[in-house]
């Protein structure tokens, strides 16, 4: 079933998209019925017309009043002005409505992964999605997807038409229908590939804004500021020229739509321009046609293929869609866990031991010397050190957020690379000295997209000693709060990242400073809990200058002096 689903997916990209249609059918088919009306009174003032035009050219005269005729002439005109009215508007609020599904869809997986979701779809990139990306779908839904189905049933029905007056005619417009498709084809995967393109570079010019805005002040520290200005001006403009190259390809590719329509027009006015000058009679059902008949194809032939042209015009529309459907489902595979994996990110569900091997942490030189140690489970190892002798750097490198300068670290004697690998971070747990906090509820930002009951949570809380303040809170634990905390002091931020690691309980975790900002009584609990988690066969690497008679099974000791040696 998994693999019909995935080649369903490969062959369509769109459905993703295309499933928020179904209790929609009801309008959509309406809009497809007032396309056929609009179709059916096209042929009828094209008849109408001719009618006129060989009265007046053949007898010289009107058989019916001109006022009564021009009414005529009006009301068909008006019911296609109505029907195409009609229809626009219920494409556009269909286009209101799906747009909305998709974006609640969207924001849906995001709650429900929470930090989960990153790094593997980063903020800027779901930014644009929600917002610039979903929009360019206007055209899709409110166009494209009914110009798809008019442009089968407008020319079956000037066919048939036709067929009444001539069979030569509609043969000529049915043989050169497959020049436009086939176009389409070709400018079509040039104008998705370039689309995606421009997706791509406008995610990461969004990437490449936040990531400078995080660290202006650093920027300005460094003087950098001027460097990484040029930066975002040369993916600006890198931006741009995707842009231009998208609406090249759209000019381009409406010119020759409308190149080969007039080709083909022109095949059926040369037809009828020699039958009228008796060059040979072939094409009618009987021995002539007549002018009004000839007039009546004419204006038919241009019809015939206006909706092919309109919907190769609106090919683009697609383009974007079939974009914005890969970034969907790149946001459902970032959502969803993945069930295969390489032997090294299987080393994240590691139980029996971990080794460090000449591990050492920086980026351009070494700020600690190498370090060697291996735990197994139900033991632990604290750091002791000086302020500025690396230890932090040492637990960002081994919770994969700085890569390591040499060494290695090995899982069940698995080696793995902690950098950047979410199976790692996701069976480790980390507590620093300032927590990460996410917009969101208390929930959320105890889950992180995990689901816990509330007895788990109401137990992590109380092992935290941070129940009662949850408890007298409006909302208790659907309490939101910023990033920044929200009414929350240090020492309550901090109980709340504690009461985080004991809720998921991860195999390895690190821990810096964490009851620096504690009073001595939550200090002591908060140490007990880690002992129980320890007897149950968890391991910790800490470091810290309060053990709280805490009992290490190793220690490691990083001086300044090694530092500079």
């Known amino acids: 079933m998994s693999v019909k689903l995935a080649r369903?997916?490969?062959?369509?990209?769109?459905?993703?998209?295309?499933?928020?249609?179904?209790?929609?059918?009801?309008?959509?088919?309406?809009?497809?019925?007032?396309?056929?009306?609009?179709?059916?009174?096209?042929?009828?003032?094209?008849?109408?017309?001719?009618?006129?035009?060989?009265?007046?050219?053949?007898?010289?005269?009107?058989?019916?009043?001109?006022?009564?005729?021009?009414?005529?002439?009006?009301?068909?005109?008006?019911?296609?002005?109505?029907?195409?009215?009609?229809?626009?508007?219920?494409?556009?609020?269909?286009?209101?409505?799906?747009?909305?599904?998709l974006r609640e869809q969207i924001l849906s997986l995001s709650f429900k992964t929470g930090i989960s979701l990153f790094p593997a779809f980063k903020p800027a990139q779901l930014a644009n999605l929600l917002t610039s990306e979903v929009d360019k779908l206007k055209e899709y839904y409110a166009e494209f997807k009914i110009q798809k189905q008019m442009a089968v049933w407008t020319p079956v029905l000037i066919l048939i038409a036709a067929?009444?007056?001539?069979?030569?005619?509609?043969?000529?417009?049915?043989?050169?229908?497959?020049?436009?498709?086939?176009?389409?084809?070709?400018?079509?995967?040039?104008?998705?590939?370039?689309?995606?393109?421009?997706?791509?570079?406008?995610?990461?010019?969004?990437?490449?804004?936040?990531?400078?805005?995080?660290?202006?002040?650093?920027?300005?520290?460094?003087?950098?500021v001027g460097k990484e200005t040029e930066a975002l001006h040369h993916q600006s403009d890198q931006f741009r020229i995707s842009t231009m190259k998208v609406l090249r390809l759209a000019f381009l590719s409406g010119t020759l739509l409308e190149f080969f329509a007039a080709i083909s027009v022109a095949l059926v006015a040369v037809y009828l321009g020699l039958f009228f000058l008796d060059k040979y009679s072939l094409g009618a059902w009987g021995t002539d046609i007549s002018f009004a008949e000839g007039a009546f194809l004419l204006m038919l032939a241009p019809e015939y293929y206006l909706p092919l042209r309109k919907m190769g015009?609106?090919?683009?529309?697609?383009?974007?869609?079939?974009?914005?459907?890969?970034?969907?489902?790149?946001?459902?595979?970032?959502?969803?866990?993945?069930?295969?994996?390489?032997?090294?990110?299987?080393?994240?569900?590691?139980?029996?031991?971990?080794?460090?091997?000449?591990?050492?942490?920086?980026?351009?030189?070494?700020?600690h010397k190498p370090v060697s140690v291996e735990l197994k489970a139900g033991e632990s190892l604290l750091i002791e050190a000086p302020s500025g002798t690396g230890k932090t750097s040492l637990l960002d490198t081994l919770a994969g957020l700085r890569p390591p300068l040499s060494g290695a670290v090995s899982a069940d004697e698995i080696t793995i690379e902690p950098y950047n690998n979410p199976h790692w971070q996701q069976t480790i747990g980390y507590i620093t000295q300032h927590p990460e906090l996410i917009y969101g509820s208390l929930r959320e930002n105890l889950c992180l997209g995990k689901s816990y009951s509330d007895d788990d949570i109401?137990?992590?809380?109380?092992?935290?000693?941070?129940?009662?303040?949850?408890?007298?809170?409006?909302?208790?634990?659907?309490?939101?709060?910023?990033?920044s905390g929200h009414f929350l002091s240090g020492g309550q931020t901090q109980r709340l990242s504690i009461a985080r690691?004991?809720?998921?309980?991860?195999?390895?975790?690190?821990?810096?400073?964490?009851?620096?900002?504690?009073?001595?009584?939550?200090?002591?609990?908060?140490?007990?809990?880690?002992?129980?988690?320890?007897?149950?066969?968890?391991?910790?690497?800490?470091?810290s200058h309060r053990t709280n008679q805490f009992t290490f099974t190793q220690q490691l000791t990083l001086t300044k002096a090694e530092v500079e040696a």
């Open 501 to 543: 690691a004991l809720l998921h309980r991860p195999k390895l975790l690190l821990l810096d400073e964490p009851i620096a900002n504690l009073d001595v009584d939550t200090a002591e609990l908060f140490m007990s809990a880690l002992q129980q988690y320890v007897e149950q066969g968890g391991m910790i690497i800490m470091a």
């Open 163 to 224: 067929s009444f007056v001539n069979w030569l005619v509609p043969l000529i417009l049915l043989l050169t229908t497959p020049l436009i498709p086939i176009f389409m084809i070709i400018v079509g995967n040039k104008a998705g590939e370039a689309s995606r393109n421009n997706l791509e570079q406008l995610n990461r010019l969004g990437h490449l804004l936040e990531d400078r805005l995080r660290n202006v002040d650093l920027l300005q520290q460094e003087r950098a």
């Open 458 to 483: 109401w137990a992590a809380l109380r092992s935290a000693q941070l129940e009662t303040v949850v408890k007298q809170l409006p909302q208790g634990l659907d309490y939101f709060i910023t990033d």
């Open 8 to 101: 369903q997916r490969k062959s369509n990209p769109t459905a993703i998209l295309d499933q928020h249609q179904f209790d929609l059918k009801g309008s959509m088919r309406l809009s497809l019925l007032l396309g056929v009306i609009q179709t059916l009174c096209t042929i009828g003032f094209a008849y109408w017309v001719a009618l006129l035009i060989d009265q007046v050219l053949t007898q010289g005269s009107l058989d019916h009043s001109p006022l009564l005729l021009v009414a005529a002439a009006f009301l068909i005109l008006a019911v296609k002005a109505a029907a195409s009215l009609w229809q626009s508007t219920i494409n556009l609020r269909n286009s209101v409505t799906i747009r909305d599904r």
């Open 313 to 367: 015009a609106l090919y683009h529309a697609k383009s974007n869609a079939r974009a914005v459907a890969e970034q969907i489902e790149q946001l459902k595979q970032a959502a969803e866990p993945s069930s295969v994996g390489s032997e090294a990110s299987q080393a994240g569900s590691f139980k029996a031991s971990i080794k460090i091997e000449g591990l050492v942490s920086g980026s351009d030189q070494a700020i």
